[in-house]
């Protein structure tokens, strides 16, 4: 993530200038710190929830976090 990137750009002495992205999910809520630019070639809008409002949640589905970080590889 850009928040996981900033520390170690700045750890090896560089400065950012801007971040790309294939896919900006933030919904325009999320800028990068220190007013960095964000450049993203696709953004998406998701319709979110308070979870008493939930239709999901009223049905007991369980919540699934997106993201790829624990897709698993392999058969």
Known sequence: SVMELMP???A???KA???AA???RSGGKFSPP???P???LAKL???TYDPADCPLCRQGTP???PGSRAMKTGS
């Open 45 to 47: 809008n998701f319709q």
């Open 22 to 24: 294939v896919v900006d």
């Open 34 to 36: 220190g007013g960095v």
């Open 63 to 65: 919540a699934v976090k």
């Open 12 to 14: 090896a002495g560089a």
């Open 38 to 40: 964000l450049f993203a």
């Open 8 to 10: 170690l750009v700045e």
């Open 17 to 19: 200038v801007g971040f």
